[in-house]
C-alpha cells in the first residue's frame, strides 16, 4: 500500500466512502457518519482553500518575476484566454448537440409535461415575462380544467428559501451594469479579498499587477522581494504535499458525508432521485466524459508533440480525483499545480500564470452543463427554443462561466441568469437540485481536466515543457 500511487489511493478512497455510506445508511447510521465522519472532508477542503490563495498569489507574483519580458506577458496571456475562450464555446456547443440530439425532458409522461406547461404560461402571465415560441395553452378549451387544478397546485406551493436564496444572489449578480464584471476585478483592499476564494479574480488582478510592477523596478530593489515570493512559494508548495499524503483518507470522509446526506438511512433514496431525473443525468454525464476521455486528450495530443493519452491521463489523476471528491477548481488547483508542473514538465512560470486564472475563468464543465439544463427544463415544459434563443445560451453560458466562483453549486446561481435570458422561470431549478451536488463534482473535474490541458499546449508552444520527465509516466 506505501509504494501505490497516489491516484490509486484516492481512487481507493472514493471507492470505500461510497460502500460505506451505502452500508451505514442501510444500518441507520447516516447521523453519525453526517457528525463524526463528514467533518474530516470539511476540513480537507478547508485546507486546500487555505492554500489555494497565498498559493495563487505567490505563484503568479514569481512565475511573471521569472518572465522579465513584459511582452512575453502579453503572449502568454493572449493564448491562454484564447484557449479558454474556444473550448469553453465548444463545450457549451456539444452540450447543446446532445440534449437537442436525445431530448431528455421530452421521454417525460406528457400529461406531466402539459402539466408543466401550463405551470410555466400562468408564471409569465403573472410577471409579464413573454413566452417566444407563440403557444398558448392557457387559450386552449381542452385544458381549462387541467389549468384551474395547476393554478390551485402552485397557490399552494410553499417557497423554498434555498431557492430564494440562490435566486436573489443572481437578481444581484445580474442587476449590475455591464462593466461591473470589470469594477468587481479590481480589490479595494487585498486583505480582504485574501480572505475570501469567491474573490479569486481580485487576487489574479493584484498579482499581475504586482509581477509587474516588480519587474519595472531596479533588479538590486526587486531581488529581496522576489527571494522573499519564492520561498513562500515553496512553503506553500510543500504544504500541499504535507495535505495530499493523506487525501485518500480525507476523500473517504468526503465521500461518505455526501452520500450520506443524500441517502439519509434510506440508500435507495439516491437511486430514486436518480431516476427521476435519470435521461437528464445521463446526457450531462456523456457530454462531460466525451470533453474528459475524448476532446481534451485529443486536443492536448495533437497540438503537444509526444505527448500520449496514457501518460496525459496518468500525470493529471491525481488533480481529476481530487476535484471529483471536492467539487472545487479553487480547492484542488494546488494540486492541479503540482500535477502539471512535476509530472507534465510545464514550467513554474506558465503554471503559475496559466492554472490560478483558468481555475477562475475557465468552466466548461459548468458551461456545458448549463446549456444542457436549460435545455432540458425548457423540454420538460413543452417549451421550444427557437436557434437564436440557443445560440443566446451559448453566449450567456459563455459569459457567466467567467464569472461563476470556483466553489460548489456555484454554477446554479448563473444557471438562474441563462434561463432567464431566454425568458424561462428561474425557480426551475430546483427541479434539478436533488443531483446537483453529484453531476457538480462530475463538472468540477471537466473544468479541472481543461486547465491542465491548455497549460500544457500553452507550455509547449512557448518552449517552456520539459518532456523529459514524461519517461515517468510510461
Sequence with gaps: ????????????????????????????????????????????????????????????????????????????????????????????????????????????????????????????????????????????????SRVEIVRGLMDTEAPDEKLLSKMQSAKSTKDAGPLQPLVDMVPSNIFLSLNDNGLMLQVIFFAIFFGVTLISIPKDLAQPIIGFVDGMNEVFLKMVDFVMQAAPFFVFALLAGVISKMAGDDPNAVIEIFKGLGWYSLVVVAGLGFMIFIFYPTLATTLTKGLTYKRFFKAISPAQFLAFSTSSSAATLPVTMDCVQDNLGVSKETTSFVLPIGATVNMDGTSMYQAIAVVFLAQFHMVDLSIGQQLTIVLTATLASIGSAAVPSAGLIMLIIVLESVGLNPAWIGIIFPVDRILDMCRTTVNVTGDCTVATIVADSEGQLNKEVWSALD
Design 1 to 144: 500500500m506505501k509504494n501505490l500511487a497516489l491516484h490509486w489511493k484516492i481512487i481507493i478512497g472514493l471507492i470505500l466512502g461510497v460502500i460505506f455510506a451505502f452500508v451505514s445508511s442501510s444500518l441507520g447510521w447516516s447521523k453519525f457518519v453526517v457528525d463524526w465522519i463528514d467533518p474530516f472532508g470539511k476540513i480537507f477542503i478547508n485546507l486546500l482553500k487555505l492554500i489555494a490563495v497565498p498559493l495563487v498569489l505567490f505563484s503568479i507574483i514569481k512565475g511573471i518575476a521569472g518572465l522579465h519580458d513584459t511582452a512575453k506577458l502579453g503572449r502568454l496571456a493572449t493564448k491562454t484566454l484564447a484557449f479558454y475562450l474556444v473550448t469553453t464555446v465548444i463545450s457549451v456547443s456539444v452540450g447543446l448537440l446532445l440534449v437537442n440530439t436525445f431530448a431528455p425532458g421530452k421521454l417525460v409522461d406528457d400529461a406531466q409535461r402539459t402539466d408543466n406547461r401550463i405551470a410555466y404560461e400562468i408564471w409569465a402571465q403573472e410577471t409579464g415575462a413573454e413566452i417566444l415560441d407563440g403557444k398558448c395553452y392557457l387559450c386552449d378549451d381542452q385544458y381549462a
